[in-house]
């Protein structure tokens, strides 16, 4: 069957969008918001990829003759995080100002600059370090667009599936992290791209010297976001009902629970890209004799696949009783890690080391679900209690104001969040650069949860909280 053209602008652009209406959820609404969210899902994918790219570049820089310190490669393996937060201040309002069809297509195409930047800096040398700075900060992008995808895809479910629908797009996007983890080191073992990729590089491993083409690292990608550019751009949709001035979304720096949210969310998805990004160079500079790269992937890969297991959780048990125990985990995991970390007359446990890290990497899958899940219910439930429950229009503009304050408040709190990609990783730096071990940063990581545990109990979870969600 061919749709016509007025057809196919209908389709990307509907006029109407009532969701909590079951009657239109069911004829057409759910087909529509399925096919944008299968398409938001591959390029949040890409997206990630080109994010946290460089946690694995940095490791392979040195044994290319980078000289670069020890504090320079965390700060390659940090500097995409810092770009991307404070990107996805601004991308969280661009959807209701753009468009979510507009904004998905052309921010996923900006991801070809870095991709294309990497590929190139690394086939030489002697490429300064502010250079593979600026290319690290233009990873940013990638991090960038997580806050309008995730804004994007709440406006098209209905209430009771947000959570469900959050988690899938966020938790199979940061399957991105995972797979530039183990991809990575396969794919620069051969010149898959032949003479457009350029020469290989000559290195020694294991006392054995062989070619690598490390520029496939970030070339893999770029054919992948191209189709994902052009699929964004004729597939998914403009709603009508997602349009709105920043003026109306800037209402949520007026909200409490926008600012307790984003300290929330920093101690869940913040732990969870803080954690992938620094987690190679960790492994590096604790047991030296261990490959990072055979192991670093494993720990996002489990926090990505879980992450919608955290959002159908929280649907059906309420987010903030997953988010509050979760906490209480997270604090026990690392305590866990400082335990079996190497110290003083002892070469610590890399085994139990890791297996804490996959407890706190399944922790933060599940938190970014729950967390997520309750950012709607909480902005939803305030307009509804300012409307008459028996004036269907004023509950029908409660639902609509309340949406789009979700979704602002949703793409905030991913910004914010998202800082935890930097300072997790410069926090082991400096705190091995000052006491020679990453412990410190380590136990103010775990202060860091006691605070959330306090603040999800009082506020959201326990008996008559001001806002039960």
Not at 47 to 55: E, G, L, N, T, Y
Not at 64 to 74: D, E, V
Not at 318 to 340: D, I, Q, S
């Amino acid at each position: 069957m061919t749709l016509s053209t007025p057809a196919i602008r209908a389709h990307r652009a509907p006029h109407i969008w009532t969701p909590e209406d079951k009657a239109f959820w069911e004829r057409e609404g759910e087909a529509i918001a399925k096919l944008n969210l299968w398409i938001s899902v591959p390029a949040l994918f890409l997206a990630f990829a080109i994010w946290q790219v460089w946690s694995v570049v940095a490791v392979s820089l040195p044994s290319l003759g980078f000289k670069y310190s020890t504090n320079q490669l965390f700060w390659l393996a940090a500097a995409p995080a810092l770009s991307g937060a404070t990107l996805r201040t601004f991308y969280s309002f661009m959807v209701p100002l753009f468009g979510g069809r507009r904004w998905t297509a052309l921010s996923t195409a900006s991801l070809l600059i870095p991709a294309l930047g990497i590929g190139f800096a690394v086939q030489d040398n002697t490429t300064s370090y502010p250079t593979m700075l600026v290319l690290a900060l233009l990873c940013g992008f990638g991090g960038g667009n997580f806050s309008s995808s995730m804004a994007n895809i709440s406006f098209f479910f209905p209430k009771e599936r947000k959570g469900s629908a959050l988690g899938v797009n966020a938790g199979l996007g940061n399957l991105g992290v995972s797979v530039v983890q183990f991809l990575s080191p396969l794919v620069v073992t051969a010149g898959i791209f032949g003479i457009f990729a350029g020469d290989p590089q000559t290195i020694v491993k294991g006392g054995q010297t062989m070619q690598v083409w490390t520029q496939n690292a970030a070339f893999i990608w770029v054919p992948w976001i191209s189709l994902a550019s052009l699929a964004a751009w004729f597939g998914m949709s403009d709603l009508a009902e997602a349009k709105a001035p920043f003026a109306d979304q800037a209402v949520i720096f007026r909200r409490k629970h926008n600012w307790l949210m984003c300290l929330l969310h920093l101690g869940t998805f913040g732990s969870f890209i803080g954690y992938a990004a620094g987690f190679p160079l960790l492994i590096r500079s604790q047991f030296p004799n261990v490959d990072p790269l055979a192991f670093a992937w494993l720990g996002p890969l489990v926090g990505a696949v879980v992450r919608p297991f955290g959002g159908w959780l929280a649907d059906k048990l309420g987010g903030a009783r997953v988010t509050l125990w979760n906490f209480v985990v997270m604090a026990c995991a690392v305590g866990g890690v400082l335990h079996f970390l190497p110290g003083v007359g002892s070469s610590g446990s890399f085994a139990g080391f890791f297996v804490c890290f996959l407890v706190l990497f399944l922790t933060t899958g599940i938190g970014n679900g729950s967390t997520f899940r309750m950012i709607p219910v909480i902005f939803q439930t305030q307009k509804l209690r300012e409307a008459a429950p028996d004036n269907r229009e004023a509950v029908q503009r409660a639902t609509r104001e309340g949406n789009t304050e979700a979704a602002a408040a949703l793409g905030f709190a991913a910004a914010i969040a998202a800082y935890g990609g930097f300072f997790i990783p410069k926090s082991y730096g400096s705190s091995i650069a000052l006491t020679g071990g990453p412990e410190a940063a380590l136990v103010v990581f775990i202060v860091f949860y006691l605070l959330c545990i306090a603040v999800t109990w009082w506020h959201y979870a326990r008996r008559n909280a001001p806002m039960p969600c």
